[in-house]
Each structure stands twice: as structure tokens, then as C-alpha cells.
Nanobody
Framework: QVQLVESGGGSVQAGGSLRLSCAAS????????MGWFRQAPGQEREFVAG????????NYADSVKGRFTISRDNAKNTVYLQMNSLKPEDTAVYYC?????????????????WGQGTQVTVSS
């Protein structure tokens, strides 16, 4: 069993920054891909960013490229999402997830453990 706990969400004005963290526990963190997804009210959950187990490969949704950065610290069993130049349309609940593969994964169906989510609200 794997437990994922997100933190770092909050309310910011447009143009501001937030850094989300996701701490994993329960099994070896190193050999699994990690990802961040988000879900806004009335919308489906969407892929935001993904990172390979070693951290050498990343992938981003077009809507966040150049503004968000995903990273991981395997020694701390933690994955991060640095969010800069936030926009009101970034408002959503953000979830981290882990997939039992080594490469970057964008398909939510391949992720088998999910955190409880953290709310990010960006005001204009």
C-alpha cells in the first residue's frame, strides 16, 4: 500500500507562485513514475505534469509549459510542482499520483495510487 499526501495549496493572486509537495510512504519510491493532475469544478481530471523515476524525463500539459516545473527528491520520497505565473484558469484541486512504470506517464489510467488532493485558487 502507498500513501500520498499533498501540501502547499492555497489562494494566490494571478501572477503569483505556489509550490506543491507530495510525500510518499509505504514502499520504495525510487522506481516509479510520478505525476500531477488537476480537476476544476465540473470538469474532468486532467494531466498537468509527469516525471520519470530517475527524474531525467518530464512532460507537461501545453497549458502549463514554461510556467510549472515538476521535480522529485527520491531521498525524501517527495515530488514537487513549482507553479509560477499562475492564472485564474489554474484554479483546481491538484492531485499527485504514482504509476508502476519507470518512464513518464500522461494517462491517468496507468496511475494506481492517488493523494487526497490540495486546493489551489487563483484570483484575478
Amino acid at each position: 500500500q502507498v500513501q500520498l499526501v499533498e501540501s502547499g495549496g492555497g489562494s494566490v493572486q494571478a501572477g503569483g507562485s505556489l509550490r506543491l509537495s507530495c510525500a510518499a510512504s509505504g514502499r520504495t519510491f525510487n522506481y516509479y513514475a510520478m505525476g500531477w493532475f488537476r480537476q476544476a469544478p465540473g470538469q474532468e481530471r486532467e494531466f498537468v505534469a509527469g516525471i520519470s523515476w530517475g527524474g531525467g524525463s518530464t512532460n507537461y500539459a501545453d497549458s502549463v509549459k514554461g510556467r510549472f516545473t515538476i521535480s522529485r527528491d527520491n531521498a525524501k520520497n517527495t515530488v514537487y510542482l513549482q507553479m509560477n505565473s499562475l492564472k485564474p484558469e489554474d484554479t483546481a484541486v491538484y492531485y499527485c499520483a504514482t504509476a508502476p512504470v519507470s518512464g513518464v506517464v500522461t494517462d491517468s489510467r496507468l496511475y494506481n495510487y492517488w493523494g487526497q488532493g490540495t486546493q489551489v485558487t487563483v484570483s484575478s
